[in-house]
């Protein structure tokens, strides 16, 4: 595999323990 | 601008139409739910736009009992890539992960990058799915992102190494550039045909074991 460039991500973790 | 994930979330479960839901987002928003469709409902991922939904994954592998009795499993022909803007990514709900065929069928259409969704709560499941993931990761020579509820949120590099991970029960939001990479490994050629060479083998060698057995019976038969 090629590295073709890099997408931006905001990731979010609620952080919810039910 | 950059895209914005959510995991799959208890919090979102969407019971009404896909028109509707679109509203509650103007960014570029994937986020997974439970997602009414006419009069059916489905275990969804779906990309939000302007407010429009632009791009939606159905769940395919229902989790037995608690899902599949409920809900609607997702079409096994179609694609679980989704588009945004340039770039493809491979998209799997839950426990998905586990299944080979996710990340060979997403790499086959073209994912760049691999996306797994999870509303998974306990420690171990989530040490588990996260094991899936990077599997899926290094079989098919793609990063891979973790997007969990409460813990385990994470990136892989290429090669299914877990490049950092969010800390259990922590509330995060977090900037990343995701790397994109082309091209199919050894694992995504063959792994299709694998199974049906090794079926062929296996015939193959009882034939002949056969063979050999009724040869000699018939030279001891001879002899006698």
Known sequence: PRLEGYLEVNLVQPGIVG | ???????????FNYDFDTDHLGLLAHDNLLIG????SQSLVYNSVVLLQKGRVTARYNKIFLVPIEEDARLQAGNERQTNTLRFGDVILGVGICYESSFERISLKAVHNGAQALLFLSNTQSPPATALQLRSV?????ETGRVALFVGMAGNTSMTDAKGKVVWRMPWA??????ISVPLYSGLTNAVHFSAQLS?????????TLVSLLWKGLHRK?????QG
């Open chain 2, 170 to 175: 922590s509330s995060e939001r977090r900037a």
């Open chain 2, 218 to 222: 018939a030279e001891r038969d001879h």
């Open chain 2, 134 to 138: 990077q599997v899926r990761s290094a």
């Open chain 2, 1 to 11: 601008g950059a895209l914005n994930v959510l995991p799959e979330s208890s919090l």
């Open chain 2, 196 to 204: 049906y060479i090794l079926v062929a083998v296996t015939c193959a």
């Open chain 2, 33 to 36: 739910g439970t997602i009414r």
